[in-house]
């Protein structure tokens, strides 16, 4: 019942003008209830009202009857498969897929961000992941390492310079 009263509220927030309030509502309707096609279809209606072509495309990614435009302009932001993933902000499986077609979607954002992390990856387990996973390589571990000893060495110089100062 709570999804219903909420949509009520954002009808009422619409009729009203409160275009950002309506958008929060929706927002958190849609983390509550990652499995419902309804708040993420008036999610995007809300984003469309902004011009805002990929927040559309990002909410109606897992609709048959999405627009291409706003498809390509979601996918053209999130480039990145782990950056997709992330805002298509899905938790569980393909299985709670509401449509075949959402469950095709789902699995193909899924193995793509497998793919790039060189590991599997699950909807839940996604909150491991950090970054965006587009910077990870042991050249990059090797630099950072490098840096930290450097700086530790640098400090250590200065301390010692400083207590050997301290005692002359």
């Known amino acids: 019942m709570a999804l219903n009263d909420t949509l009520a509220r954002v009808d009422a927030d619409l009729a009203a003008g409160r275009l950002p309030v309506a958008r929060q509502?929706?927002?958190?309707?849609?983390?509550?209830?990652?499995?419902?096609?309804?708040?993420r279809r008036r999610l995007a209606e809300v984003?469309?009202?902004?011009?805002?072509?990929?927040?559309?495309?990002?909410?109606?990614?897992?609709e048959e009857d999405r627009s291409p435009e706003e498809t390509a302009a979601f996918e053209e932001r999130y480039?990145?498969?782990?950056?997709?993933?992330?805002?298509?902000a899905w938790r569980g499986t393909e299985a709670d897929a509401p449509?075949?077609?959402?469950?095709?979607q789902l699995a193909a954002v899924r193995e793509a961000a497998s793919e790039t992390l060189g590991r599997p990856?699950?909807?839940?387990?996604?909150?491991?992941v950090k970054g965006d996973a587009r910077e990870i390589s042991p050249l990059t571990d090797a630099l950072t390492g490098a840096g930290c000893l450097?700086?530790?060495i640098a400090f250590l110089g200065i301390w010692a310079y400083g207590l050997v100062s301290l005692f002359d």
Do not use: K
Not at 25 to 39: D, F, I, K, M, T
Not at 47 to 62: F, H, I, P
Not at 79 to 88: D, E, H, W, Y
Not at 99 to 104: C, D, G, N, Q, Y
């Open 121 to 128: 990856v699950t909807w839940d387990g996604l909150v491991e």
């Open 25 to 39: 509502r929706l927002r958190g309707l849609v983390s509550s209830c990652p499995h419902e096609p309804a708040p």
């Open 79 to 88: 480039a990145n498969a782990i950056g997709l993933m992330r805002a298509v």
């Open 150 to 152: 450097l700086f530790a």
């Open 47 to 62: 984003y469309r009202l902004y011009g805002e072509t990929a927040q559309a495309g990002r909410w109606m990614y897992l």
């Open 99 to 104: 449509t075949p077609f959402a469950a095709e």
